[in-house]
């Protein structure tokens, strides 16, 4: 039976909106983890058969294939074809996806997962806010607008309701995030990061650094600072520190088949265990990973105990509280190096952001099984499960 193994991740450390990696085209940002995998990975990089990118806002910088351009721009082959996907928030978990699906039907051998986004510089919703402004109309289609009348699909709303619907407070809201900034804060500083991260070379007044450290982290948070930021909503349970944090940065994950492997004497990190992406309600919208990853969990013939650490993105607290709570999943084993809320939400490179995160999640305590999932616009979930070798 053929098998997908995941040789090496790399991520970028986020740069926050206008901050340090606000200078660098998204195209480098790309071209900065393709380089990455190549040079901390000793093969042939022309046996590369394909580059998934994921990027959701797909304009202006980050328009014309953002990934071909990361491919052109970068060390690899010209030769390498790419293609840039988008399934929202979930972009590059999905393009991890594809790629291993390419190699388990026998057709590749070797693909590049990746995703890219720059949120300064094509700022998040720009590519439809755009369009609107120049009179060309927006996603909502007379028969979409019958089925849903009146309805702008709003993660945010979709958020507050999840708060609704399971019972929790703002306090909750806030513990949670006061914790993701607090795991962040000791892995960072006791050099958990440092396997995924790769170094970019940034611009500064006082000359060029490299640039290593999430920048969103806030290493003096207190949970009577968290609590003090006012409402996104007045009458709501969010704000802006319960929610995740805009952010720039690249990721990549290459996988390979058994055959690649031995061609070209590479070492796996991980196996491919499982992967599964389902679609719910896209009102609410940000509730699916809970029913996707009990779905995921019957499949694979697996129960949430088997798991040893989660990965849930946080785009907003209520996310993965409503998932461990519908799941009866430990806190101790999700998100345990902090997540979106401290690290960041780069949209698009987000998949691949935290397979790179769980696999070093997974070297740090020792554990087998990993699960990913995140919330997607539109009511979608990718959940993807290996094992560490």
Known sequence: ??????????????????????GIHPVDLGAAVFDAIAD?????????????????????????DLGRNAVLASNLPDSIPSVTIDRQCGSSQQAM?????????????????????????????????????????????????????????????????????HGFTKDDLDAYAYESHRRAKVASEA???????????????EGKQIHLVD??????ATLEGIAGVKLLQEGGSITAASASQICDGASAVLICSEQALKDHGLTPRARIHHVSVTAGDPVIMLEEPLFATEKALKRAGMKIEDID??????AFAPVPLAWMKYLGADHSRLNVHG??????????????KLMATLLGVLDATGGKYGLQTMCEGGGQANVTIIERL
């Open 1 to 22: 039976m053929a098998e997908a193994y995941i040789v090496d991740a790399v991520r970028t450390a986020g740069g926050k909106r206008g901050g340090k990696l606000s």
């Open 40 to 64: 901390r990975n000793d093969f042939d990089t022309k046996a590369i058969e394909d580059v998934i990118t994921g990027c959701v806002s797909q304009g202006g910088q980050q328009s014309g």
């Open 97 to 165: 996806m594809f790629a291993a699906q390419g190699i388990l039907s026998g057709t590749q051998d070797m693909v590049l997962a990746s995703g890219i986004e720059s949120m300064s510089r094509v700022p998040m919703g720009s590519t439809a806010m755009l369009y609107m402004k120049e009179g060309m109309g927006n996603y909502k289609s007379p028969r979409l607008e019958e089925k849903y009348p009146g309805i702008m699909f709003s993660q945010f709303m979709g958020a507050e309701m999840i708060v609704q619907k």
């Open 191 to 205: 050099g958990r990061f440092q396997r995924e991260i790769i170094g970019v070379e940034i611009e500064t007044p």
């Open 215 to 220: 920048e969103g982290i806030r290493f003096d």
């Open 309 to 314: 650490a989660y990965e849930v993105n946080e």
């Open 339 to 352: 997540g979106a809320i401290a690290l960041g939400h780069p949209l698009g490179a987000s998949g691949t």
